[in-house]
Each structure stands twice: as C-alpha cells, then as structure tokens.
C-alpha cells in the first residue's frame, strides 16, 4: 500500500480506511463470504498495480509530465545494478 499510496502523512487516511475495511471482516465464518474478501483484495492489488504501471508509462511516453524525474529514476535504477548510489543533490 504505501508504495502506491504513498507514506505522506495527508494520504494517511487511505491506508487507514483500506487496513479496517479489510481486518473489520477478519471474523467471518461463511467460506463464501471469505472468497468474495479475498477476490477483492486480490482485486484491488490488481488495481493498485495497473494504475502504478501506467503512471510508468505515462512517464516513458513523456504525456505532459517533466522528463527530470523520469531520468532521476532511470539513473537511480542503472546505479543500482551495478552496486552503487547516487548522491542527494545539495537544495538550500
């Protein structure tokens, strides 16, 4: 969740409203009850995903967001595989 959702502290509320929809039902007992849960977490991670894959792509396709970031990230990902960081830059 926080991956998608983010750790700021004024998107708190999603995270907070996802974590007791899903343990308010921790209880059930009815098997069918428990599956139509399960399918939709599982539903939901899909969704989570695919909205996270297309702000990739949306990124990769340069639709009206600043390319800056994007290679930030490629840069980042290309340190990483061969071991190494790069620095923070210095905003005063």
């Not at 750790?7 to 921790?26: A, C, D, L, P």
């Not at 996270?52 to 290679?71: C, G, P, Q, T, W």
Request: charge should be positive; hydrophobic fraction near 35%; avoid cysteine.
């Amino acid at each position: 969740m926080k991956k998608h959702i983010g750790k700021e502290e004024y998107k708190k509320h999603f995270s907070e409203y996802i974590t007791q929809q899903f343990r308010k039902n921790s209880q059930l007992s009815d098997p069918s009850l428990v599956t139509q849960r399960i399918k939709l977490a599982i539903d939901y991670t899909f969704l989570l995903n695919s909205v996270h894959h297309h702000k990739d792509l949306l990124f990769s396709y340069n639709i009206a967001v600043d390319r800056s970031d994007e290679m930030k990230r490629i840069l980042g990902k290309s340190a990483a595989s061969v071991g190494l960081q790069l620095p923070e830059v210095y905003q005063p």
